[in-house]
Nanobody
Framework: QVQLVESGGGLVQAGDSLRLSCTASGRTASGRPFSMYAMGWFRQAPGKERELVSSIRWSGGSTYYADSVKGRFTISRERPPKSTIFLQMNSLKPEDTAVYYC????????????WGQGTQVTVSS
């Protein structure tokens, strides 16, 4: 089981910044350490589908950003062997309000298959 612990959400005003963090730990069902392919941040606003906000590949460190957050959000990670990522969110907008989830895409998996509990980000206008 892979466990993900998120922190850093909160209530801020438009234009403010927040930094989310997420640490992954655990082992596979067979008891072996899992290998990371990527970690990502998703968000889900009320009445909307969950969307991928940003992700980072574990090998090489390439990143992805949704168009809506490009230039405002930055994803980063701690150096291995730590499995911690951050999402620096600047110039926050009310439309960034959502529950933000950290997720892991393990090597060999078809996609993101481990999720954190979510952290609420609320941006007031």
């Amino acid at each position: 089981q892979v466990q993900l612990v998120e922190s850093g959400g909160g209530l801020v005003q438009a234009g403010d910044s927040l930094r989310l963090s997420c640490t992954a730990s655990g082992r596979t069902a067979s008891g072996r350490p899992f290998s990371m392919y990527a970690m990502g941040w998703f968000r889900q606003a009320p009445g909307k589908e969950r969307e991928l906000v940003s992700s980072i590949r574990w090998s090489g460190g390439s990143t992805y950003y949704a168009d809506s957050v490009k230039g405002r959000f930055t994803i980063s990670r701690e150096r291995p062997p730590k499995s911690t990522i951050f999402l620096q969110m600047n110039s926050l907008k009310p439309e960034d309000t959502a529950v933000y989830y950290c997720a892991v895409h393990r090597v060999g998996a078809s996609g993101y298959d481990s999720w954190g509990q979510g952290t609420q980000v609320t941006v007031s206008s």
